[in-house]
């Protein structure tokens, strides 16, 4: 088993990056969490690894953190999860944000990465809310709410990430009587100063 790599960053690609270790040069499958954190092309990096073996299938999957690693080891025991679709949601959203969409049951917001609806999103927060809370080391976040699931998809329509969105609404303070495009407006006064 293959529990990391380093090397010289040779290629950087849609998800993959290909890594030269000595005069082996080997493709890497990546989240773009990860791939957003790797230096330029000829510098060397350093990748924890997660080899998915099936009867037709040799993957290597890498990632900057152990906590991405031992999230996606999680999503991919989920029925009907594969690593497609966990690198997918680690692609979209961080894991502290996943983390926090289990633990609080915010099935809304898992059910906006593509290829995931609402059942498998379910499914997800079910089978790993009490893994999670038993056993994540993870960095807690400000949670986005159930009531924010309205306002990250206006905001996704709009051309942002989940990430961008939720990140721009965890940092809102929030008053009552606020309606959605009270904060919709406010997270894009958010996003306009970064």
Do not use: C
């Amino acid at each position: 088993m293959i529990a990391a790599i380093e090397g010289t960053l040779v290629s950087k690609g849609n998800n993959t990056v290909i890594v030269k270790a000595g005069p082996v040069s080997i493709m890497v499958n990546v989240p773009g969490s990860t791939l957003s954190r790797l230096s330029s092309i000829g510098t060397t990096v350093f990748l924890h690894t997660h080899m998915y073996v099936r009867e037709d299938i040799l993957a290597l999957y890498g990632f900057s953190s152990l906590h991405e690693m031992s999230l996606f080891e999680q999503l991919i025991t989920v029925s009907g999860i594969g690593p497609k679709v966990a690198l997918s949601l680690l692609t979209t959203l961080s894991a502290e944000q996943i983390t926090t969409a289990i633990m609080s049951g915010n099935a809304d917001l898992l059910s906006q990465v593509p290829g995931i609806g609402k059942k498998t999103a379910g499914r997800i927060i079910l089978e790993l809310k009490g893994k999670l809370e038993k056993g994540w080391e993870g960095e807690a976040i400000a949670p986005v709410s159930l009531s924010d699931s309205d306002a990250v998809a206006a905001l996704t329509g709009l051309g942002y990430s989940i990430r961008e969105a939720t990140q721009a609404l965890s940092s809102i303070a929030v008053s009552e009587g606020m309606t959605v495009e009270d904060r919709v407006r406010l997270a894009l006064q958010q996003l306009a100063r970064q």
